[in-house]
């Protein structure tokens, strides 16, 4: 079986910070890219940004400059440091690992989701 599990998220301010970190756990044999979406109330679930495992990465315009992702390959770990928020960074955010485990082929995997809220 294979996790992948959130934490991180909370309540904070216009112009605070948050670590979102994400895990995935199990029967592992590979994995490529991981990253973090996000979706707000009443809107589709869009990418943030994400990492691949030789460290390039995409953002979303709206993050550039303030969200940075970074990977622990050896640890199968992706973070998110989110900087500068605004309330309208609002919404729950999913980590996403694309891997391979021991019983199936390269697939997506999601965690549950954590909530992050940026009061103005």
């Known amino acids: 079986q294979v996790q992948v599990m959130e934490s991180g998220g909370g309540f904070v301010q216009a112009g605070g910070s948050l670590r979102l970190s994400c895990a995935a756990s199990?029967?592992?044999?590979?994995?490529?890219?991981m990253g973090w979406f996000r979706q707000a109330p009443g809107k589709g679930r869009d990418l943030v940004a994400n990492?691949?495992?030789?460290?390039?990465?995409i953002y979303a315009d709206s993050v550039k400059g303030r969200f940075t992702i970074s990977r622990d390959n050896a640890k199968n770990t992706v973070f998110l440091q989110m900087s500068s928020l605004k309330p309208e960074d609002t919404a729950v955010y999913y980590c996403?690992?694309?891997?391979?485990?021991?019983?199936?082929?390269?697939?997506?995997?999601w965690g549950q989701g954590t909530q992050v809220t940026v009061s103005s």
């Open positions: 996403n690992a694309h891997l391979r485990s021991f019983t199936s082929g390269w697939r997506d995997y």
């Open positions: 199990g029967r592992i044999f590979g994995i490529g890219v």
């Open positions: 990492i691949s495992n030789d460290g390039s990465t």
